[in-house]
T-cell receptor, first 116, second 113 residues
Framework: GENVEQHPSTLSVQEGDSAVIKCTYSDSASNYFPWYKQELGKGPQLIIDIRSNVGEKKDQRIAVTLNKTAKHFSLHITETQPEDSAVYFCAASIGMSGGGADGLTFGKGTHLIIQP | DAGVTQSPTHLIKTRGQQVTLRCSPKSGHDTVSWYQQALGQGPQFIFQYYEEEERQRGNFPDRFSGHQFPNYSSELNVNALLLGDSALYLC????????????FGSGTRLTVV
């Protein structure tokens, strides 16, 4: 089955700087790659996603890039703010294999700390 | 607009017991998935329900079963609880079996003692 590796496990950046989180996946059939933000005591919240027919997607301060050849994708957060502090998860899905949208395989998460 | 609602928020069970967790999907969503999140780990896919049938299943034993009702709400049942079943159980709903855009609930924290 699919395996998703995520790095780093902890990332500390100064407020206003950029943060980059990287993930690799094993199954070349994966075609959907979402990123989730999870705050303490809450469920994961979708912040951005990308499909395999797109190399890059941007939404304000957040961007995701995908390299299908290398089987890795990254989350970029610019101009970080204190409210960006949370655990971030990448995920992958081979999608539609059983006739519908498949379950997600998650990475182990990155604890992002924004230093004031 | 209410999001995904899960109940209870916390519960404690004894090893060997059975537990039922409940989920109401976001308004307009008809597909429900369940995930198990161990402490410090990413969520793991248990199974997915659509049109009251289990459609997809992750690598979980038969002790884990579920149900979806006509109003799209869902239950997760775990039999013969093990200490290792202690985790946060997340429900996610989506607006269709062929669509992504999962919305997660805040989860049920299950502790097995």
């Amino acid at each position: 089955g699919e395996n998703v590796e995520q790095h780093p496990s902890t990332l500390s950046v100064q407020e206003g700087d950029s943060a980059v989180i990287k993930c690799t996946y094993s199954d070349s059939a994966s075609n959907y790659f979402p990123w989730y933000k999870q705050e303490l005591g809450k469920g994961p919240q979708l912040i951005i996603d990308i499909r395999s027919n797109v190399g890059e997607k941007k939404d304000q301060r957040i961007a995701v890039t995908l390299n299908k050849t290398a089987k890795h994708f990254s989350l970029h957060i610019t101009e970080t703010q204190p409210e960006d502090s949370a655990v971030y998860f990448c995920a992958a899905s081979i999608g539609m294999s059983g006739g519908g949208a498949d379950g997600l395989t998650f990475g182990k998460g990155t604890h992002l700390i924004i230093q004031p | 607009d209410a999001g995904v609602t899960q109940s209870p928020t916390h519960l404690i069970k004894t090893r060997g017991q059975q537990v039922t967790l409940r989920c109401s999907p976001k308004s307009g969503h008809d597909t429900v998935s369940w995930y198990q999140q161990a402490l410090g780990q990413g969520p793991q896919f248990i199974f997915q329900y659509y049109e009251e049938e289990e459609r997809q299943r992750g690598n979980f034993p038969d002790r884990f079963s579920g149900h979806q009702f006509p109003n799209y709400s869902s239950e997760l049942n775990v039999n013969a609880l093990l200490l290792g079943d202690s985790a946060l159980y997340l429900c996610a709903s989506s607006p269709g079996y062929f669509r992504y855009g999962y919305t997660f609930g805040s989860g049920t924290r299950l502790t097995v003692v």
